[in-house]
């Protein structure tokens, strides 16, 4: 990173916020400022709402915004999904319709991608799309899919063609969930928060125009959606925490916070809360045991190292690297930090860490991490998927024998009719 050219971006970005912050404005319409003027996105396309600035120097900007508690654009939850998808994939139009308001957080996304039988093997979908000759029809049903229940747009994943191999024959759609055919049904969870749904799609219709990509190439557009996936995993990203600041924008986005995003309220948790450790060991004499400071040392080499090899990555993209397997290792690297971390708040909180209640420590946030922790390892692609690809594509090891790639997928043996 020059010296200069960061010193210049945070000149330029202090001066704007000065000019334009103004903690009174309505949220939406700061977001249409930020969207205006690229500082909401600057590494994003000029033509679409950035300002094509250099990774490396976009935390300059993040460190301005913060300085004041000036509020960004809406980042949470599978909207950045959708659009880092549709900005390599989309056409100007869905670009045009859907762009804008996935930063201004008016419309929010979910991800249609896992099935009953189909969550590793991504590939083996069997929710169909049949065009009529005017839309293309869904039926099926996905699960898991995390905040369909407040979501306008789904990004699904559909069988279009069955006469040819299963990774040939998907394509990928926006579907508006708003419409009839698509129930939404929610699935409550072991640590009492209800953030995924089954949704089940009855001659669900998609006009022509919302097919993304290619017909049949919706698992090469899968795969860029799954590769930002595993690299927002990788220990730099940042969960949607409302400010206890006065003044109307505040009070807006702790009200989206609670409605919008509650589905990832918990999400800081199953992450393992590693900021909590030091402040928890300090509050309870802990951090005095030999054992306990070596456990937390381990920790917090293991999330820095992570952290620093998620940053080398981006830095290697950053100078014209595609993105690679890096998000697999940083995925897998987030598994095991927020192991480490349940193992250490156990360690210093004790049994009490099974209490949840107002009266349990840190109010049942201790318990919340504990039963929270496993989705880390199955979110997005589980550990032993991340292991398999750093194996065939990093270390280059044989594959996996596979019997199903081979035919036409209606060919394949499965455990449902439905073809
Ligand atoms: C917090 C959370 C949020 C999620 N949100 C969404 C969402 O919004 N949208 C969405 O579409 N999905 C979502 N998912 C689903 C997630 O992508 C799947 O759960 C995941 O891909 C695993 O699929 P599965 O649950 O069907 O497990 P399975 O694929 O049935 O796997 C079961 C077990 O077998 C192992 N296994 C499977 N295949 C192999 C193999 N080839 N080699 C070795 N081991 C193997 C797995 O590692 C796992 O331990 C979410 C999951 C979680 C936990």
Same mark, same amino acid.
């Given at each position: 990173?020059?010296?200069?050219?960061?010193?210049?971006?945070?000149?330029?970005?202090?001066?704007?916020?000065?000019?334009?912050?103004?903690?009174?404005?309505?949220?939406?319409?700061?977001?249409?400022?930020?969207?205006?003027?690229?500082?909401?996105?600057?590494?994003?396309?000029?033509?679409?709402?950035?300002?094509?600035?250099?990774?490396?120097?976009?935390?300059?900007?993040?460190?301005?915004?913060?300085?004041?508690?000036?509020?960004?654009?809406?980042?949470?939850?599978?909207?950045?999904?959708?659009?880092?998808?549709?900005?390599?994939?989309?056409?100007?139009?869905?670009?045009?319709?859907?762009?804008?308001?996935?930063?201004?957080?008016?419309?929010?996304?979910?991800? #249609?991608?896992? /099935?009953? +039988?189909? $969550?590793?093997?991504? @590939?083996?979908? *069997?929710?169909?799309?049949?065009?009529? =000759? %005017?839309?293309?029809?869904?039926?099926?049903?996905?699960?898991?899919?995390?905040?369909?229940?407040?979501?306008?747009?789904?990004?699904?994943?559909?069988?279009?063609?069955?006469?040819?191999?299963?990774?040939?024959?998907?394509?990928?759609?926006?579907?508006?969930?708003?419409?009839?055919?698509?129930?939404?049904?929610?699935?409550?969870?072991?640590?009492?928060?209800?953030?995924?749904?089954?949704?089940?799609?009855?001659?669900?219709?998609?006009?022509?125009?919302? #097919?993304?990509? /290619?017909? +049949?190439? $919706?698992?090469?557009? @899968?795969?860029? *959606?799954?590769?930002?996936?595993?690299? =927002? %995993?990788?220990?730099?990203?940042?969960?949607?925490?409302?400010?206890?600041?006065?003044?109307?924008?505040?009070?807006?986005?702790?009200?989206?916070?609670?409605?919008?995003?509650?589905?990832?309220?918990?999400?800081?948790?199953?992450?393992?809360?590693?900021?909590?450790?030091?402040?928890?060991?300090?509050?309870?004499?802990?951090?005095?045991?030999?054992?306990?400071?070596?456990?937390?040392?381990?920790?917090?080499?293991?999330?820095?190292?992570?952290?620093?090899?998620?940053?080398?990555?981006?830095?290697?993209?950053?100078?014209?690297?595609?993105?690679?397997?890096?998000?697999?290792?940083?995925?897998?690297?987030?598994?095991?930090?927020?192991?480490?971390?349940?193992?250490?708040?156990?360690?210093?909180?004790?049994?009490?860490?099974?209490?949840?209640?107002?009266?349990?420590?840190?109010?049942?946030?201790?318990?919340?991490?504990?039963?929270?922790?496993?989705?880390?390892?199955?979110?997005?692609?589980?550990?032993?998927?991340?292991?398999?690809?750093?194996?065939?594509?990093?270390?280059?090891?044989?594959?996996?024998?596979?019997?199903?790639?081979?035919?036409?997928?209606?060919?394949?043996?499965?455990?449902?009719?439905?073809?």
């Amino acid at each position: 990173m020059s010296e200069l050219s960061a010193e210049s971006v945070r000149g330029e970005v202090r001066a704007w916020l000065e000019a334009n912050w103004d903690p009174d404005r309505g949220l939406v319409e700061w977001r249409n400022m930020l969207a205006e003027s690229g500082w909401g996105v600057p590494a994003w396309p000029k033509r679409w709402f950035g300002r094509e600035m250099e990774e490396a120097l976009v935390p300059v900007v993040q460190e301005e915004f913060d300085r004041i508690g000036a509020v960004g654009v809406a980042k949470t939850g599978i909207r950045t999904l959708a659009a880092a998808t549709l900005l390599a994939h989309g056409t100007e139009m869905q670009k045009e319709k859907f762009l804008r308001r996935i930063l201004t957080g008016e419309d929010t996304w979910c991800q #249609l991608f896992s /099935e009953p +039988g189909s $969550g590793s093997d991504l @590939a083996g979908a *069997t929710t169909r799309a049949d065009f009529d =000759g %005017a839309h293309w029809i869904v039926n099926g049903q996905k699960v898991w899919t995390t905040s369909a229940h407040h979501a306008q747009y789904g990004l699904l994943l559909a069988r279009t063609n069955w006469d040819v191999p299963k990774h040939k024959g998907l394509s990928y759609f926006v579907l508006g969930i708003e419409q009839p055919g698509v129930e939404v049904r929610p699935l409550k969870q072991m640590n009492g928060h209800a953030s995924f749904n089954q949704v089940f799609f009855t001659d669900a219709k998609i006009a022509p125009e919302f #097919l993304v990509g /290619e017909e +049949g190439e $919706g698992w090469k557009v @899968a795969m860029t *959606t799954l590769m930002h996936e595993r690299r =927002g %995993a990788d220990g730099t990203r940042r969960w949607a925490m409302g400010s206890n600041a006065k003044g109307r924008i505040y009070d807006e986005e702790r009200a989206e916070i609670e409605t919008q995003l509650e589905p990832y309220k918990w999400y800081p948790q199953r992450a393992g809360r590693v900021d909590l450790v030091v402040e928890r060991a300090q509050e309870t004499g802990r951090n005095a045991d030999p054992v306990v400071r070596q456990e937390i040392a381990r920790l917090l080499i293991m999330s820095r190292a992570a952290e620093w090899t998620a940053r080398r990555a981006r830095a290697a993209q950053e100078r014209g690297r595609p993105q690679g397997p890096e998000g697999s290792l940083g995925k897998l690297a987030s598994s095991n930090v927020a192991r480490q971390a349940r193992h250490v708040h156990t360690l210093i909180t004790g049994t009490d860490s099974m209490l949840s209640g107002p009266d349990s420590p840190r109010d049942g946030t201790v318990a919340e991490i504990l039963v929270s922790v496993p989705a880390t390892s199955i979110a997005g692609g589980t550990d032993e998927i991340q292991r398999n690809i750093i194996s065939e594509r990093v270390l280059g090891m044989p594959k996996e024998p596979r019997f199903d790639t081979d035919r036409p997928f209606r060919e394949v043996p499965r455990n449902i009719v439905d073809s």
